[in-house]
């Protein structure tokens, strides 16, 4: 036996090792800096590391900041439903309407995304622009006696772009799901006569979950980090808490500031994380206490947190 | 009848929800050819001269070949690093695995600015330089984890009887890794690099954040955007898409079918 | 699958050489800190004890389109020092450098007078003397004086401008003659205002505080609190913020928004472009006016510093200033210059009649209390929203 099948540890070592260390490194000590930095000042342009929370008092006491942090996380979840809504009709289609060449399907709505993050806002602005493509249509054919200037620079043009940005990241995750739900499962259901909504819902949906809560999440997550939809389509109203955070470091000298605004949103992030885990928890609970009941969906009782049902 | 109203309602709403992916492309693909470099309502064709202006742009060619070196670089970091994490992942339980596999995808799933803030303090508070260097460090460190991730996928279908048995018959961990193990992961291997490259190449959050005098592409178009209007970006975008298009369809011919159906 | 991944590997080891190489310099054009002998940093203020021709570069700290070939090129060949820029993108950035070390990287920073004084209070310039520079004298008084402060020169202006009122003759039918015209409501989601202290200028312009141009930079709480609630008042009008002259530039060319407080660049852009825009020569311009030039990094080293001079001086004379010039668009500071300019080139700038294009504009100096002001400002963004 070679030396390294007899010390498990060395193996261990040899695989894990080099993440380990640059995990460490990059990915925990730049955490625990910022942590330092949040907890630092600024003076005459010098880092003073004296240990304060003044950085997180401003950020908790002055609505600039708790607004733009309601505001982000709304706008992502509004963001993440919406990618999702759309994404889940297109995959259903690619995967159980088209019969052949499905795979140049995906790749056509994948390289549509491909143009380029800052590009694809610049592309919706010139769209939604005042003397932009949609204005100069609608005039031209005139349903339109003058350019509109509502479709831009508000907090809807932010959520449009933003939704459009976060496609990639829902489409994909759903997409690949759905491609393992085994179409005779669905023509299982369909030989037992159920609807097409009944096939979709209770068969594919289930199944799908998992794709649609990665895909939720990852859209939710680009949502409230983006600073780039905000300042190029936004109004001052559609500042978010991301703009706030970069901008300690761009115009302000407040990098303790900045680096507080960072933990907080890594915090809020973490927590958002971790949600479909929780809800998962909560959902196998209540399901799996559903089927130890058995089959019959009308004898419930799944204990403390739904009402008895007597059975019939 | 019924049946063709509701295929038909089905092929206007796919065909909708197509016009939403595709509108920005498009229009960014048809201003690149704009007289004017103001992008309004009617668009003035038929120019290509923001196409010429962009290849003589020193700094959008320069950032084109940082981005392409990043991308590469960092990619490999990610596979050297990702590749036996993942097959540790794989092999081993130890105590606190699941929030080192956690710990490997944060960066990859927290927003890009916190990614580049935090190594940006690292940079401030000791005083160390911005350069092409920490923005292969921000995209390597996101990037390990798209390997682990499809190493763990291609691993958790794969018989690791297989190994045993080699080892069985006499070959040591090399051998074995590069006889048995290596030939089925080199596809996750290929595709998990493939699309850190296309993400490397489109990385504009964190990038901002860490980058130095040398800019990769993304924030060279940042840096036009803040400056003046040049539809030399439209053309630079509208090119990396169609290279984009093109690859694709090549890789489509040669084989990535399987990996569609899998 | 053809594709060889080891060929891949090569590919990017290969790449990764080239970047170490290549990419972990300071600066792309020329590693920084190659100065002969690197000082301690002690002054050597009346009389020059470098070897100019000792410092083998200098470096500078600079705006892009600040430091051009035709200004570079001629000085290396005349003075054998060869000038290597590197480039900021805000001041902010600059100063939060040189505090952090990179005094001992940069020779030269470009400094505006309205960072002087954090700069200062940073401790990384040190004092320049004027009597070392041969037509300081003849520069433009209103351009050199705001870089003295308690009796010392902190940097040497070599170019200046004006941040003017910019309009859409498609939005305003009558030129606006004060600030206060951007409360007009005929501007109603019209306007854009500076992510900037410059929101405080305009302001205070509009109460009419600026009549004491050194009150301006020492208002009181209570001041920028009428400041403030001033401002807030444009809310219906303001239709987004902008923070670069990109933002601006695209702004106007698209029709989005018609009037705002601009720069002269983004003017001459949409001229250019055939946009009908224009600035207006108002009577309460306020501290819209700057002024910036190069300053000596403490870390200086004597022979360097000696090399120094020699730029400022070639910078500011007549030849530099035009290299300068038609480079950036701003304007110079020698008034030798103009006879060097073409009929354009004295209109885009000012030169044909620089106290005019100055008008009652008050040079941006840094507020005694940047903390209230910096507390203001963000009060006024957040409460537009």
Not at chain 1, 66 to 90: K, M
Not at chain 3, 45 to 62: Q, R
Not at chain 3, 84 to 97: G, H, R, V
Request: proline share 5%.
């Amino acid at each position: 036996m070679s030396a390294i099948r007899r010390h498990r540890w060395l193996q261990a070592l040899l695989l894990f090792g080099p993440a380990a260390i640059w995990a460490a490194a990059f990915i925990v000590f730049p955490v625990v800096e910022a942590v330092k930095m949040s907890l630092s000042q600024i003076e005459y342009y010098h880092l003073v590391h004296d240990w304060t929370l003044k950085n997180f008092e401003t950020f908790f006491s002055n609505p600039l900041y708790t607004d733009a942090l309601v505001r982000s996380a709304v706008r992502g979840l509004i963001v993440a439903a919406a990618a999702v809504a759309i994404s889940l009709p297109l995959a259903h289609f690619i995967s159980f309407r088209v019969k052949r060449h499905q795979f140049v399907w995906f790749a056509g709505v994948v390289v549509a995304l491909w143009l380029g993050y800052l590009l694809r806002i610049v592309g919706w602005r010139i769209l939604l622009g005042n003397d932009g493509v949609l204005n100069g249509l609608l005039t031209s054919v005139g349903i339109l006696s003058h350019p509109t200037r509502v479709l831009v620079f508000n907090p809807f043009a932010v959520i449009l772009v933003q939704t459009h940005l976060a496609m990639s990241f829902t489409f994909i995750p759903i997409f690949v799901v759905m491609q393992r739900v085994p179409h005779r499962l669905m023509q299982a259901a369909s030989d037992l006569g159920a609807p097409r909504w009944r096939q979709i819902l209770e068969v594919e949906l289930p199944l799908i979950a998992p794709g649609v809560a990665v895909g939720f999440t990852f859209a939710f997550v680009l949502s409230f980090g983006d600073y780039f939809a905000p300042q190029l389509v936004g109004d001052p109203g559609s500042v978010g808490i991301a703009n706030l955070a970069s901008s300690q470091f761009e115009h302000g000298l407040a990098w303790p500031l900045g680096a507080a605004i960072g933990v907080v949103m890594i915090v809020a992030v973490l927590a958002v994380l971790m949600l479909p885990a929780v809800l998962m928890w909560i959902y196998r609970r209540v399901i799996g206490i559903r089927s130890r009941r058995g089959a019959d969906p009308a004898q419930v009782n799944p204990g403390p947190l739904v009402e008895e049902v007597p059975a019939s | 009848m019924r049946a063709r109203l509701g295929s038909l309602g089905v092929g206007v709403g796919i065909g909708l929800i197509l016009l939403f992916l595709y509108i920005p492309a498009v229009i960014v693909a048809v201003y690149s050819l704009n007289k004017g470099a103001v992008m309004s309502w009617p668009p003035e064709l038929l120019s290509f001269h923001w196409y010429s202006k962009a290849f003589a742009n020193e700094a959008m060619m320069e950032g084109l070949k940082n981005s392409v070196i990043v991308a590469l670089v960092s990619v490999s970091i990610a596979v050297l690093l990702g590749v036996p994490a993942g097959l540790g992942v794989d092999r081993f339980q130890f105590f606190g695995k699941t929030a080192f596999q956690r710990l490997l995808m944060l960066p990859f799933l927290m927003p890009g600015l916190i990614s580049g803030l935090t190594l940006l303090t690292v940079i401030l508070d000791f005083q160390l330089e911005l350069s092409l260097m920490t923005v292969i460090i921000a995209h390597a460190t996101m990037l390990i984890a798209i390997v682990v991730i499809q190493m763990a996928v291609v691993l958790d279908r794969w018989d690791r009887s297989l190994e045993l048995a080699a080892q069985d018959l006499g070959a040591n961990e090399i051998r074995t890794f590069f006889y048995v193990t290596w030939p089925n992961i080199r596809a996750a291997i290929v595709g998990a690099s493939l699309l850190g490259i296309a993400i490397s190449l489109d990385e504009t959050a964190r990038t901002a954040f860490v980058v130095g005098e040398s800019d990769t592409l993304p924030i060279v178009v940042l840096s036009s955007l803040r400056r003046t209007l040049t539809p030399e970006i439209n053309a630079i975008g509208t090119l990396v898409l169609v290279i984009s298009l093109v690859g694709v369809i090549i890789w489509s011919k040669f084989g990535a079918a399987d990996l569609a159906r899998e | 699958m053809r594709l060889s991944l080891l060929g891949l590997v090569a590919a990017a080891l290969a790449a990764l050489l080239a970047a170490c190489g290549g990419g972990s310099g300071s600066s792309s054009s020329g590693d920084g800190g190659s100065n002969a002998a690197s000082g301690n940093g002690e002054t050597a203020n009346v009389s020059l004890e470098g070897n100019p021709k000792a410092c083998g570069s200098l470096n500078l700290y600079t705006w892009e389109g600040e430091a051009p070939e035709s200004l570079l090129k001629p000085f290396e060949a005349k003075y054998g020092v060869k000038v290597n820029p590197s480039y900021m993108t805000s001041s902010a950035e600059a100063i939060a450098k040189l505090a952090a070390g990179a005094t001992k990287q940069y020779d030269m920073v470009i400094a505006a007078a309205e960072i002087i004084l954090p700069m200062r209070q940073a401790g990384v310039i040190k004092p320049i003397d004027p009597a070392l520079i041969d037509e300081y004298e003849k520069l433009f008084s209103f351009a050199t004086e705001p870089m003295e402060e308690e009796g010392e020169l902190w940097a040497l202006a070599s170019d200046w401008g004006v941040n003017p009122f910019l309009y859409s003759t498609e939005v305003m039918s009558k030129e606006p003659t004060s600030w206060a015209d951007l409360w007009n409501p005929e501007l109603k989601g019209q306007v854009s205002l500076w992510e900037d202290v410059s929101l405080i200028w305009v302001g205070a312009s509009a109460l009419g505080m600026d009549k004491n141009p050194e009150e301006l930079f020492n208002l009181s709480q209570e001041q920028l609190d009428e400041i403030r609630d001033k401002m807030l008042e444009l809310k219906g009008n303001v239709r987004t913020m902008w923070s670069s002259g990109g933002d601006l530039i695209q702004l106007y060319a698209n029709k989005e928004v018609g009037a705002s407080m601009g720069w002269t660049y983004v003017l001459n852009e949409l001229k250019a472009k055939g946009a009908p825009v224009k600035e207006a020569h108002i009577k309460d311009m306020g501290a819209q006016a700057w002024t910036e030039g190069p300053a000596l990094s403490k870390d200086i080293s004597p022979d360097c510093e000696a090399a120094a001079y020699e730029f400022m001086n070639y910078l500011v004379s007549p030849k530099g200033q035009l290299a300068l010039s038609s480079s950036s668009g701003y304007t110079p500071v020698n008034p030798a210059t103009k006879p060097l300019m073409s009929k354009e080139e004295q209109e885009a700038t000012g030169m044909n009649d620089p106290k005019k294009f100055l008008g009652s504009a008050i040079v941006k100096k840094a507020p005694a209390d940047p903390e209230a002001y910096n507390q203001t400002m963000q009060e006024i963004i957040a409460g537009l929203s």
